[in-house]
């Protein structure tokens, strides 16, 4: 049995797998409308709005990608809060549709300041929106996205939110936190295959929306929210994955949210106290924003880190995150978020802990 603990794709429960395993039926008949009904009801359930989610038949990038070109047009000025490279991602999507990125980049291993953000915005009223990772996986650290939703909202400036790795495992409520913009992806969280990406604007989202020039075609959210309206999607979609996240729904109904969100904390908690029991440090600088959905753990010097997450995939069945960007080979992330049990993680230090053992002995 492989032990998959990289931070998405995450496992995915056998019912779940079974289920997206149905045959394929017309993509805009009646039997699919009810379907893509129940999983968007799943999804604005999660998100905790009552406007409906869209989802979109790509990964979290392409979420990323139809956030920004939904909202925002050539030229618009923009804060860019980073925290490592899903962060940076975010700002080069806006960049490259020609969006005037300003930069708030932190160590990595940091969390974003939400006073920061806001002396930023008032410095420079031009800021038009503001794009924020909620929970970065590279570096395993949790911005404070509540507060920092207070700061974008009371300068009534737009925020597009990056919720990949954190919605449905971390509490994220569009609504009562004021966000604009949420995208999350079928993979981290939420218990199924990668090939769906999620976004749900608000009503300022849809107001600048109706303003935003940058081109868009397949991701253009006005026609995927009316083609949802008739009970299809705008294209083909990736049935499977709605087979498979209709179940999901089954099952995370049953746990209920606040069940899902005191596991995660729960693993998470556990898996920190373990690995600083073996004496390593944590990437996440302040510990109180350390991620409930992926641990970030740097190698102790003079271990070679790569050499131990091979030996733990190939003789035992474990699959570690590695490190991205500039913390390649030098730290490595286990992912616990979705369909992850305290037991999974247990098993998964335990060969960490032998390894590392081994490594110190010879
Ligand atoms: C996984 C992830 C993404 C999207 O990655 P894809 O590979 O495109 O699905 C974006 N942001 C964060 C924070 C992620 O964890």
Known sequence: MVNLRIPG?????????????????????????????AVTDGLNWVYGTDT??????????????????????????VLSVSIGSFGDRFGQIAETYGAEVERYSLEWGEAADPAEIGRRLDADPSLKAVLVTHNETSTGVT????????????????????GVSSISSIPCPVTRWGLDAVVSGSQKGWMAQPGLAFLWLSERGWAA???????????????????????????????????????????????????????HEAIAAYTRDRVKGLGLKLVPVDPARASNTVTAVWWPDGVDGSAIGKRAREEFGVVLGGGQGKLRGKIFRIGHMGYVSQEDVAQSLDVVEKLLNEAKVS
């Open 9 to 37: 794709p995450t496992p995915v429960p056998p019912e779940v797998l079974q289920a997206s395993a149905a045959p394929m039926m017309n993509h805009r008949g009646p039997e699919f409308a009810k379907i893509l009904r």
């Open 209 to 263: 929306n109706a303003e935003a020039k940058m081109p868009r075609f397949y991701f253009d959210a006005v026609k995927t929210r009316e083609s949802l309206s008739k009970g299809e999607n705008a294209w083909t979609p990736a049935m499977g994955v709605y087979f498979a996240m209709n179940k999901a729904f089954e099952i995370m109904r049953a746990e209920g949210l606040e069940g899902i969100y005191t596991r």
């Open 143 to 162: 911005n404070d996205l509540e507060a920092i939703a207070k700061e974008i909202r009371s300068r009534d400036r737009l925020s597009l939110v990056d």
């Open 52 to 77: 409906d989610v869209l989802s979109l038949t790509t990964s979290g990038t392409g979420g990323l990608e139809a956030a920004v070109v939904n909202t925002l047009s050539p030229g618009d000025r």
